[in-house]
């Protein structure tokens, strides 16, 4: 379903209502020794041709390996 296509806008209902829902709640990421508690909060956003809710966490310390295989730290969001 789209409303006001002219100006880009667009509603999504799956998307909106899972990102409606999931506003404010937490929950805890375990990675090996370490716990982490994440909240998620709902944004209005858009670039070029992409206008809607998104959800978003604060970012976050986070283990990942590279593409050569080497591991790092780094932020995810």
């Keep these: 379903m789209r409303v006001n296509t002219d100006r880009g ?7 909106s209502l899972l990102t409606t829902m999931l506003h404010g709640k937490k929950c ?10 994440i ?7 858009g670039g070029c041709s ?3 809710l998104y ?8 283990n990942y ?4 295989g ?5 932020y995810f969001a």
């Design 9 to 15: 806008l667009r509603f999504q209902p799956i998307p």
């Design 28 to 37: 805890l990421i375990n990675s090996g020794k370490t716990e982490q508690e």
């Design 70 to 74: 080497k591991e790092r730290e780094g």
């Design 55 to 62: 959800l978003v966490s604060k970012p976050f310390k986070a």
């Design 39 to 45: 909240q998620w909060r709902k944004v209005q956003g």
């Design 50 to 52: 992409k206008v809607g």
């Design 65 to 68: 390996t590279d593409k050569n």
